[in-house]
């Protein structure tokens, strides 16, 4: 897809989209607040693809699970700081303040965390990423993100939730929520133009701890 490709054309057109793009903030309340960061980046061919991690399985929380680059708020931090503090040390992309093009909606866990999605234009730096925290490193295609065949939604639950769990096909396998729901919204803007919620969606049970 031409429009995918990364470069300046795709980069005034994502930014155009998330400038009119009225995110969900959900309450703090008792939760902590966490930043992920959708690095986009050249992927094979020069399309333009967006970066994700698998955990390393020795990781106290969520080891071997697939994730966006990101974590915890410190004190004393902004959001923006955070994930680009996260960026650089779990993958060695150093971005500035600048690359931030906008946010996507919030999206609270079962661990206790209320997630904050923010968008970066990434670079053509190699990357570096710290083996303690990240197992290997994927440049996701954004087209192939944004294929309706690549999304199902599935149960996990003895009970019926509102809504059914997603599940994305990538890089050979399921990746499944809030790294799911947040793939899925960012593709849905990024390659469709369109405001897709998907906060409400749940996580399977392996990945509330």
Partial sequence: MEHLRFGDALRSQLTARLDSFEPRRLPLEDRRQAAVVLAVVSGDGGQAAVLLTRRSKGLRRHGGQFALPGGRVDAGETLEQAGLREL????????????????????????????????????????????????????????????????????????????????LKSVGTWVFCPTAAILHQFAELAVHGRHTPVADFPQPAFAWR
Avoid at 110 to 137: H, Q
């Fill in 88 to 167: 650089d040390e779990e993958v060695g992309l150093e971005l500035a303040p600048s690359s931030l093009l906008g946010r996507l909606d919030d999206y609270v866990t079962r661990s206790g965390f209320r997630i904050t999605p923010l968008v970066a234009w990434g670079s053509g730096a190699e990357l570096t990423p710290d083996p303690g925290e990240v197992a290997k490193v994927y440049r996701v295609p954004l087209a192939d993100a944004g294929r309706p065949k690549a999304l199902k939604t599935t149960r996990f639950f003895p009970f019926q939730p509102p809504l059914p769990a997603l599940k």
